[in-house]
């Protein structure tokens, strides 16, 4: 049953006034919002049906490198506030959807410039490397941030076992995109499905990873399961989700983001506190979980605090014209 009576409807599941709001805000921004409430149907008629995944405990994990000290934001708060369009657009709109994408069998086809073009299952891809914990610092686009313990592998092995042919400058990402499973694939609001891409040696630097888990579990749904992508210097919308294919091109991918207002989201997308958004300033960000609305607000770091890490990837660059 996809669409729901309003009688079917339970009062916890209408979207909070201040949600609401919120989304709005960010349809609007991302210059979406004529859209907007195509999209609230959407959230709100899949809730009933949901079955989230059971939580499950990853095993062995390893520390990585690179953890940060600081507090890692509640489970509850990164399992709940999410952004994953798919399954609508208000930040709790993932949490009481996602149950609906079935995540095994779950296959990654790798295609384009690569000598070995397949698909590869979730299976034999965690075979390519153990697993780590990779304590990060996220920041979004939209002013906020989270510290997320990831659980995942470098992106660096799976580009290893494909073996890119010289052709190959960037990886493009596609997330699945299946409308049965996938209430919000139904509405307009990005072009599906969603897709992101990267240079080749960004891929390939050792901060990024693909993630399977967070806080030593299974990845929830609305996080991405059961593999998405994870980029700490760049902006949040970079991690892509529920990855079904990785193509290796010689052209610069468009990312959906791009595709939808190119005047707002470049292809780098680092986190940049000196150049704004279009309509609002990237110099501070207020962190997840940290007090309500009168938190105060941090300063944001060149490439979200990793430019010791990441910054030769960009060297002799116009980090504002290349945003
Ligand atoms: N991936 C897909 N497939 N669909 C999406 O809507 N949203 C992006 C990114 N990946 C998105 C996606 C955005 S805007 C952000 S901020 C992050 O996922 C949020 O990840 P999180 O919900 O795990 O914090």
Redesign the pocket.
Known sequence: MIISRPSDIAPSEITPREAYAERRRFLQTAGLGLIASAGLASGLVQAANVQPQARRKLAPIVKGPYATDEKPTPYAD?TTY?????FGTDKSD?SRNAGTIRTRPWTVSVEGDVKRAKRISLDDLLKLAPLEERIYR?R?VEGWS?VIPWVGFPLARLIEWAEPTGNARYVEFI?LADPDQMPGVRVPVLDWP?TEGLRLDEARHPLAILAVGLYGETLPD???APL?LVVPWKY??K????IVSLRFTEKMPVSSWMRANSREYGFYSNVNPEVDHPRWSQATERRIGEGGLFNRRRKTLMFNGYADQVGQLYAGMDLRKYF
């Open positions: 990164v999410n952004n994953f369009y798919e993932p996220m979004c989270m997330s969603y609305q996080n991405g998405r949040g919308f991690g892509i989700k529920s």
